[in-house]
C-alpha cells in the first residue's frame, strides 16, 4: 500500500512570491492535516482538512491557506513569503477522527527554503 | 488549550540498555488519544505507540512500551534494549476526541542517541 506522497521534496523562494505544496493521502483515508517543522523544532498545526472542507486551523495568518480536492489530495499555499516561513511541511493523512481514525501517517515532507 | 511538555530535549543510552523518554501534557478533556512518533534523521516520521485515555492498561509495543498516569497527566515511553537503529527525535503527542479531533498537539521532541 503507498504511504503518503508529498511534491515537490525541496522548494526555494524568494521573499514575498507564493509556494505551492501538494500531497496525496493513503488510499482510503479522507483526512489530510498540514505541519510546520522549522528547524529542530516541534511540528505546529496548520490545517486539517476532511472531505473537502477546513475542518480546523492552527494559529497561523491568512496567508496560508489550502484545499482539499475531491481525490482528497490536498494543496498547501503559502503567500506572500517571509524568511520565517523557511521549514520542513509535513503532511499526515487519516480516516476521519471521529470514526477512529486518531492514526496519523506522515509523508516525508516538502523543505521550504525562502530567500 | 491543550500543552504537551518534553521536558528532556537529549537523551542518549547505550546499545542494548533501557531508556525512558518524559512527556507531560494539560488539558480539560476526559477522552483523549496519546501518541509517540519518530523521526530519524532525514527520514519520515512514523507512529511508535498509540494510548487511549479510557485505557487503564498500557499500551505495549514490542520493544516499546508506555506508563501512562492519568491523573498526573504523565505518558512517557520506554525503550528496551535499545539498538543503534532507535536514534531518532521523538515526539509526544496528543489528540481529543470527538468534535474537534484531528488537531494535534505535539511537544517540542526529545533526540535520542543510541551509542555502540
Known amino acids: 500500500e503507498a504511504g503518503v506522497t508529498q511534491s515537490p521534496t525541496h522548494l526555494i523562494k524568494t521573499r514575498g512570491q507564493q509556494a505551492t505544496l501538494r500531497c496525496s493521502p493513503i488510499?482510503?483515508?479522507?483526512?489530510v492535516y498540514w505541519y510546520q517543522q522549522a528547524l529542530g523544532l516541534g511540528l505546529q498545526f496548520l490545517l486539517w482538512?476532511?472531505?473537502?472542507?477546513?475542518?480546523n486551523r492552527g494559529n497561523f495568518p491568512p496567508r496560508f491557506s489550502g484545499r482539499q480536492f475531491p481525490n482528497y489530495s490536498s494543496e498547501l499555499n503559502v503567500n506572500a513569503l517571509e524568511l520565517e516561513d523557511s521549514a520542513l511541511y509535513l503532511c499526515?493523512?487519516?480516516?476521519?477522527?471521529?470514526?477512529?481514525?486518531?492514526?496519523?501517517?506522515f509523508g516525508p515532507g516538502t523543505r521550504l527554503t525562502v530567500l | 488549550a491543550q500543552t504537551v511538555t518534553q521536558s528532556q530535549p537529549e537523551m542518549s543510552v547505550q546499545e542494548a540498555e533501557t531508556v525512558t523518554l518524559s512527556c507531560t501534557y494539560d488539558?480539560?478533556?476526559?477522552?483523549?488519544?496519546l501518541f509517540w512518533y519518530k523521526q530519524p534523521p532525514s527520514r519520515q516520521m512514523i507512529l511508535v505507540i498509540r494510548q487511549e485515555a479510557y485505557k487503564q492498561q498500557n499500551a505495549t509495543e514490542n520493544r516499546f512500551s508506555v506508563n501512562f498516569q492519568k491523573a498526573a497527566k504523565s505518558f512517557s515511553l520506554k525503550i528496551s534494549d535499545s539498538q543503534l537503529g532507535d536514534t531518532a527525535m521523538y515526539f509526544c503527542?496528543?489528540?481529543?476526541?470527538?468534535?474537534?479531533?484531528?488537531?494535534?498537539?505535539f511537544g517540542d521532541g526529545t533526540t535520542l542517541t543510541v551509542k555502540p
Open positions: 499526515a493523512s487519516s480516516l476521519y477522527p471521529r470514526t477512529g481514525g486518531y492514526t496519523q501517517y
Open positions: 488539558t480539560s478533556e476526559n477522552n483523549y488519544y
Open positions: 503527542a496528543f489528540m481529543k476526541h470527538g468534535t474537534n479531533a484531528g488537531k494535534s498537539t
Open positions: 488510499s482510503g483515508h479522507t483526512s
Open positions: 482538512y476532511d472531505e473537502g472542507e477546513e475542518r
